[in-house]
């Protein structure tokens, strides 16, 4: 009988970084649920199913795991921003309202609904009054409208001599989605916000279509 392989050991690095990942994942959990007040090492750390003793191999402060779990809920937003490129765009056949519409509305259903808002205004509280979680996310933060506005405009533009000021438009939206993302936050679902949305995509295409 031929005898099994066992199975590969993993290294001891490749532990620490799963460990980390499952704090922060657990660290993600805790304050979509309870927020940021709420969700205490204590919480945090019965989420994760990891004692105190061990969690302290891996990190010094809570404040050090909620900055490693920011990083990585913000970079999965830049990665999916920079995922509309051309190719992704809705079809070039369709009128450009239709367009910039489709692509409003998954940028709002993405980020600015449910579970990533909550935690993307959970995170911007957090920020600000702790310097240095700033200081890290802030470039993060910057890649992500710098990812919606270099490629939203190659998308809809593709042969515009100067992509700068569409940049900035689609910038701009999202300043109004987040806009829109925090009234909801504080006062519930507000019906009329998909006609101001329908509004700006007429008022952009006016613009891109010139």
């Known amino acids: 009988m031929a005898e099994q392989a066992k199975p590969e050991r993993r290294s001891q690095a490749a532990r620490r970084e799963e460990m980390r990942e499952r704090l922060a994942a657990a660290t993600l959990d805790a304050l979509a649920e309870h927020g940021s007040a709420g969700a205490s090492l204590s919480v945090i750390l019965e989420r994760a199913g990891v004692s105190r003793g061990a969690w302290a191999h ?29 190719a992704e765009a809705p079809d070039p056949s369709l009128p450009l309202e239709d367009r910039l519409s489709a692509m409003i509305e998954a940028a709002w259903t993405r980020f600015y609904t449910g579970r990533h808002r909550d935690l993307l ?8 009054t702790d310097a240095e979680l700033r200081a890290r996310l802030a470039p993060i ?11 939203w405009g190659l998308s809809l533009r593709p042969d515009a ?3 700068t000021e569409m940049a900035d438009l689609m910038v701009l939206t ?7 993302a925090m009234q909801e936050l504080a006062a519930g679902p507000a019906p009329g916000h998909e006609a101001l949305r329908r509004l700006w995509v007429r008022m952009l295409a006016g613009w891109v279509g010139r």
Do not use: C, Q, W
């Open 58 to 86: 891996h990190f010094e402060t809570k404040a050090e795991m909620l900055a490693l779990a920011a990083e990585g809920l913000l970079l999965g937003a830049v990665a999916s921003a920079r995922a509309l490129g051309p």
């Open 121 to 128: 205004f959970e995170v911007a509280m957090a920020a600000r």
């Open 161 to 163: 001599d100067d992509v």
């Open 141 to 151: 933060f910057s890649g992500f409208l710098a990812a919606i506005g270099s490629n």
């Open 174 to 180: 999202i300043y109004m989605l987040r806009g829109m």
